[in-house]
T-cell receptor, first 111, second 112 residues
Framework: DAKTTQPTSMDCAEGRAANLPCNHSTISGNEYVYWYRQIHSQGPQYIIHGLKNNETNEMASLIITEDRKSSTLILPHATLRDTAVYYCIVYRGSTLGRLYFGRGTQLTVWP | DTAVSQTPKYLVTQMGNDKSIKCEQN?????MYWYKQDSKKFLKIMFS???????INETVPNRFSPKSPDKAHLNLHINSLELGDSAVYFC???????????FGSGTRLTVV
């Protein structure tokens, strides 16, 4: 599975959009981009995933560039409860696949 | 109501002891996993089971033995505990490889 690069930390004001970038320049055609987050002392939480097209759900939007070498997770109106470590993961999605978690981005939302 | 539940939440034990962590999911998922999060916060997959069959064993020492009595349960038994086994262990489940994983709240194991 391809590796990802994310900033170590980011800040965001409450109520503003949080845009979390991820680079995955070695992604291959059958690999998906997944986003998870881990709020302190809790288990990781699935947010969203996509292959080529942009995706949106009740939690976030995922924007994938046309060449698929990078993506951005958007939390449209960040709240204090969105403070967490956000993981961008590239994953083939096969039964034998492994969901590898890197360092992620520590997002801190300020009041 | 809880989707993936782990017990116990905290476990403190002495070196050399044998302990078990239990995991149950009520989501009807086919696949279950064990992950280990060490003190540096890296999350690493340990095992994956699909319909009670071992699919992935990520070079985990054989002191760690997962057991899946049925599709809804995946327990982790650890023999001869070592200091380095201290970590948070997370159980997870998924409906299929392409679906998101649902994680439990973790078991914090401390070996003294």
């Amino acid at each position: 599975d391809a590796k990802t690069t994310q900033p170590t930390s980011m800040d965001c004001a409450e109520g503003r959009a949080a845009n979390l970038p991820c680079n995955h320049s070695t992604i291959s055609g059958n690999e998906y981009v997944y986003w998870y987050r881990q709020i302190h002392s809790q288990g990781p939480q699935y947010i969203i995933h996509g292959l080529k097209n942009n995706e949106t759900n009740e939690m976030a939007s995922l924007i994938i560039t046309e060449d698929r070498k990078s993506s951005t997770l958007i939390l449209p109106h960040a709240t204090l409860r969105d403070t967490a470590v956000y993981y961008c993961i590239v994953y083939r999605g096969s039964t034998l696949g492994r969901l590898y978690f890197g360092r992620g981005t520590q997002l801190t939302v300020w009041p | 109501d809880t989707a993936v539940s782990q017990t116990p939440k905290y476990l403190v034990t002495q070196m050399g002891n044998d302990k078990s962590i239990k995991c149950e999911q009520n989501l009807g998922h086919d696949t279950m996993y064990w992950y280990k999060q060490d003190s540096k916060k890296f999350l690493k997959i340990m095992f994956s089971y699909n319909n009670k069959e071992l699919i992935i064993n990520e070079t985990v020492p054989n002191r760690f033995s997962p057991k899946s009595p049925d599709k809804a349960h995946l327990n982790l038994h650890i023999n001869s505990l070592e200091l380095g086994d201290s970590a948070v262990y997370f159980c997870a489940s998924s409906q299929g490889a392409l679906y998101g994983y649902t994680f439990g709240s973790g078991t914090r194991l401390t070996v003294v």
